[in-house]
């Protein structure tokens, strides 16, 4: 893969089937703030380079990139008319939020993709506190390579900020990666690379933290921040560091860890990690958020300006986030077992799957768009992998048996880590995005406690559109 450069755009890096529609789009008159998806432009190069043009969300009057925080508090609805003034339908999905089924946005399955010039209301209840994000569901291989991501923000109902041992401020850093031209445009053409699909994904030549080539931050020294990170990359794994700041992993996902030291901090697409930092003390005056691109090279995407007096020390501790107290245990005694099979892609491929009702072999599956499979079926959505009676636990056994790891989502529930193989997760964390490393299984349990059709996929979304893509019912 290639590096990044530190101050130029880099040169190119790498080389849903439908189930019922649940609900339709909404015209009727809404009293909803309007979130809008629209063409905007975005100034994603270094300065010297042109504005790129992209899609974005506005709840004003102008879209911009990532799209605008939305931020609440825990128990808080969340309610947007979305208005689509795309070329192409769209849809809006909440990510890790535990919503009811129909305001999930993930079209086909929960509602129509809705139609350029049509509107859908959204509007739903927020339970969990945490760092939690927003993009399009519908060609999202597509759409949120063009900027339809926002961040989502649920805030605890109990303070934290400001106790001790807790941070004082905190800063919102949403990563995205862009696979642009010499003239910082989009590349277009390459929605549809299967190549880069049965390899690691559509991978990007630039990285941006908050839409901006390497960002400066200001930060006092020795000051405690709080960092809400967000890979909302269509398939970049993002392995990170913060030197000389001390970082300490609070939280993953939106659900609080025990406060632990992360030297390194890696991220699959869809994965959040909120992170403390104590400014340095050294007499330096700067500090990098660093990332590795794949080969080995830690690069800096970002900088934090030291500048002030230095505040009374804080101590080393740091003061966990407060418990969600929402979220139902797994009964472990007698649950419901099920497997989740991860085959395809290139440098060992898959014998055959089914596509479509028919079974193939893996060169017409190629021909149809199709290189991933679960459990031996490509883009299962004519019916539901597994089936869970509301309130049984669920305990599932994901292995990869590809040459390329994957980051594997649940909507509408978060799970709890059993057992893993490989270093990319921890016994106990509680997620909604697992990263599953080539030849690794990872076992999670759940309670299936939220009703209706929900998918689970691979998030890094070339993979996918190529077949990795399947829903279970909670009934």
């Not at 380079?49 to 605008?68: D, I, K, N």
């Not at 599956?365 to 509301?390: E, R, S, Y």
Request: aromatic share 6%; hydrophobic share 40%; proline share 7%.
């Amino acid at each position: 893969m290639t590096s990044l450069s530190r101050r130029s755009v880099l040169k190119g890096a790498a080389a849903l089937g439908g189930t019922s529609l649940l609900s339709a789009p909404s015209f009727a008159n809404s009293s909803l703030p309007v979130l809008r998806a629209a063409p905007a432009s975005a100034q994603l190069a270094p300065a010297g380079y042109p504005a790129t043009p992209v899609w974005a969300y506005a709840t004003g009057a102008e879209g911009r990139v990532p799209g605008p925080e939305i931020r609440l508090t825990a128990g808080d609805r969340v309610g947007y008319r979305l208005v689509n003034k795309l070329p192409q339908p769209t849809a809006v999905h909440w990510h890790g939020i535990r919503i009811e089924n129909a305001m999930d946005g993930a079209a086909p399955l929960t509602q129509a993709p809705v139609p350029p010039g049509a509107g859908f209301d959204y509007d739903f209840l927020a339970p969990d506190p945490g760092t939690y994000w927003y993009h399009s569901h519908n060609r999202s291989t597509e759409q949120v390579a063009r900027g339809l991501a926002g961040p989502l923000i649920v805030e605890d109902r109990e303070p934290w900020l400001g106790e001790a041992g807790a941070a004082t401020r905190e800063l919102v850093l949403v990563l995205d990666d862009w696979l642009l031209d010499r003239d910082a445009g989009i590349m277009e053409d390459r929605w549809d690379d299967l190549h880069a699909a049965s390899h690691g994904g559509r991978m990007g030549n630039t990285v941006t933290v908050n839409g901006a080539a390497y960002p400066e931050m200001d930060i006092q020294p020795g000051e405690r921040v709080r960092l809400r990170v967000i890979n909302t990359a269509t398939d970049r794994i993002m392995p990170l560091s913060l030197p000389q700041l001390s970082p300490r992993l609070i939280a993953l996902d939106g659900h609080p860890v025990t406060p632990r030291e992360s030297e390194t901090l890696v991220l699959g697409p869809a994965q959040r990690a909120d992170v403390v930092i104590d400014g340095r003390t050294d007499g330096e005056t700067r500090a990098g958020l660093l990332l590795d691109p794949g080969n080995g090279e830690w690069v800096e995407i970002a900088g934090f300006n030291h500048s002030g007096d230095t505040p009374a020390s804080r101590g080393s501790d740091v003061r966990p986030l407060p418990a969600w107290g929402t979220l139902a245990a797994p009964d472990l005694s007698d649950p419901q077992r099920e497997r989740l099979l991860m085959e395809g892609g290139a440098m060992r491929g898959m014998r055959e799957a089914r596509f479509g009702g028919e079974a193939m072999g893996f060169r017409e599956l190629a021909a149809n768009g199709m290189v991933w499979a679960f459990n031996g079926i490509a883009n299962g959505m004519d019916k539901p992998i597994f089936q869970a009676a509301l309130g049984r636990t669920v305990r599932m056994e994901m292995t990869n048996q590809s040459m390329f790891p994957h980051a594997i989502h649940l909507h509408g529930h978060h799970f709890t880590v059993l057992r893993q193989s490989g270093a990319a997760n921890m016994e106990g964390d509680v997620r909604d995005t697992v990263l599953i490393g080539a030849d690794e299984t990872v076992e999670v349990a759940f309670v299936a406690d939220n009703p209706g059709q929900w998918m689970i996929h691979c998030h890094m979304l070339s993979h996918q559109k190529s077949g990795m893509m399947a829903w279970f019912e909670v009934a």
